[in-house]
């Protein structure tokens, strides 16, 4: 079969053939693939940075995707830590790690929108007890997760949703989603605490795709500027776009009640993402959530790789 193959980390990965896969027990089945995400996730997988990376090579990568079983029926899976990824024509999946999807999903937007909408809707089922009404900032706010965010939370009954990011021409456009404010990251640091400190102080949730600078930079001014520090502030943390540590500050945490926390693989299990994923693929079938996707064959994965995608907020799919 062909595949997206990474032979050295130090190169994006190519078209090229590769083995076909065998399914050699009962977790595990052949599928056909139709369509896979090209996340952020995967970008790290391919270069050996994400942390679970392994030092196998060669290496198929893709972490998710819609595929077709033998009986001609479709279905949305997760894989695990392999080195058989999504990106082929075909994969091994577990069908205990595989949600059924029907025929008449468009396996190209289910592909776009599953990674980057999980973020936001296990963080606010799993890691936080999230209830209506409450306000919600989300830093990165423009990038696909934190445009899914925005719409998860909306979803989900937020009474505010700050949206953070850069950009003046791409916050406006969050409004529509379901931002109810928003404040423009790219500005000098003054502006940027003052802007958080009024807009997002008093928030009940921060979800958070930067961390690094940013994160460090908005701690102090929005615990200060809370209105009663010793209320509840959950601050998740989900990626790690502006950097991959922070210092933070002792007296941060003595100073207001807030509690810092993570989502994704590890701190969620398993088994507590997928259990989480079937509400979700209906609401995506539903077409509850917006979601810019372009799909691009496999054959130009290198392509794929390379070129910057045309707007910032667009998910590439690669479609055998
Ligand atoms: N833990 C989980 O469950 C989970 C699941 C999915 C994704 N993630 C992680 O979440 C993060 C975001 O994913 P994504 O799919 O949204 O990626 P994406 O579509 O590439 O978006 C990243 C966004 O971050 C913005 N950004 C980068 N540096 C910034 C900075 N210094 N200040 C403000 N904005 C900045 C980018 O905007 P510019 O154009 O301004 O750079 C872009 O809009 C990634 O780290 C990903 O791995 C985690």
């Known amino acids: 079969m062909h595949a997206a193959v990474v032979h050295t980390f130090a190169e994006p990965p190519r078209y090229d053939e590769f083995p076909d896969p065998v399914a050699t027990g009962p977790g595990e089945e052949v599928v056909e693939v139709l369509a896979s995400g090209l996340h952020p996730r995967v970008r790290s997988q391919a270069d050996g940075t994400h942390y679970t990376a392994t030092d196998e090579l060669p290496l198929v990568p893709g972490v998710d995707g819609v595929g077709r079983r033998a009986d001609g029926s479709l279905l949305y899976f997760v894989l695990p830590d392999t080195a058989l990824g999504a990106m082929a024509d075909k994969t091994l999946v577990d069908p205990g790690r ?36 409450q306000a919600v900032l989300i830093l990165g706010a423009t990038g696909s997760a934190g445009r899914l965010a925005i719409q998860t939370a909306r979803f989900l009954g937020a009474g505010r949703i700050v949206a953070a990011g850069r950009g003046a021409e791409r916050l406006a456009a969050l409004t529509a989603l379901g931002a109810t404010d928003t404040v423009d990251l790219a500005g000098d640091d003054e502006t940027v605490a003052q802007e958080l400190a009024a807009k997002a102080a008093d928030v009940d949730v921060v979800l958070d795709y930067l961390w690094g ?33 922070i210092a933070l500050p002792s007296a941060a ?35 509850t959530f917006s979601v810019d996707a372009v799909a691009r064959p496999l054959a130009e994965v290198a392509e794929a790789w390379a070129d910057a995608p045309a707007r910032a907020t667009e998910r590439v799919v690669l479609v055998p």
Request: charged share 15%; glycine share 8%; aromatic share 4%.
């Open 253 to 287: 945490l003595r100073q207001a009640n807030v509690c810092f926390s993570g989502s994704g693989q590890g701190s969620v299990s398993a088994a507590g993402i997928l259990r989480e994923l079937p509400d979700l693929v209906a609401e995506i079938g539903r077409g």
């Open 213 to 245: 600078p940013v994160t460090e930079k908005a701690i102090m001014p929005l615990l200060l500027a809370r209105t009663d520090r010793s209320r509840l502030l959950s601050w998740v943390e989900i990626g790690s776009v502006a950097g991959p540590d």
């Open 98 to 133: 595989s949600i059924p999807v029907p025929n008449s999903i468009d396996p190209v937007l289910l592909a776009a929108a599953m990674n980057p909408a999980m973020s936001s809707w296990v963080a606010l089922k799993r890691r936080v007890t999230f209830t209506p009404g």
